[in-house]
């Protein structure tokens, strides 16, 4: 079941015998059912996930208002990064939106793994680089029209809108409910 996070990280860059086997041996696997919460308000984010199977969303509450401000699909990290990094309360909360197969790594497993194994570093290096680049993207749609933003975020990750509920991908995109629907109405006119 590893298989596929193993070959997610050779994407970057292959991996030594040992390297494989060590990451192997302290990744966790978990099925989960929809609706399940990786990450709590208020906790400390302890763990990096692999998204293999499924669909996740991060949000917060602010005057509130739910916010959702990730939605990840599989083949891809996604954490509390404030928390994560910082080993402090997180201020999001993370849930499984579908059925979802998650791989796993704790904080200390992660570090421990970067002064084993300089490669993960790398690694760990071009998934930051990736996730930076995605929140850059973010944030320049914001500046674009709400068609444009929903129109960009169906190019970029084509079949999640579907599979995401209406109140999300608006929260998401930095919209109402009601302009979401007259946007996709538009659309499909």
Known sequence: MLTEFIGALERILPLKPEVEGYIREITSVQKLHKGSILLSEGQIS?????????????FYFEKNEEITSWIVAEENFICSTYSFIQQKPSFETIQLLEDSTVFSLSHAQLEECYRKFPEMAYISLKISENYLLLHDER???????????????????????????????????????????????????
């Open 46 to 58: 302890d763990r990096i996930f692999y998204i293999q199977e499924g669909l996740v969303r991060c």
């Open 139 to 189: 944030v320049r749609s914001l500046r674009l029209s709400a068609a444009e933003r929903y129109n960009r975020f169906q190019k970029r990750f084509p079949g999640i809108a579907s599979r995401t509920k209406t109140q999300h991908l608006a929260s998401y995109l930095g919209l109402s409910r009601s302009c979401l629907n007259l946007i996709r109405a538009k659309k499909k006119s």
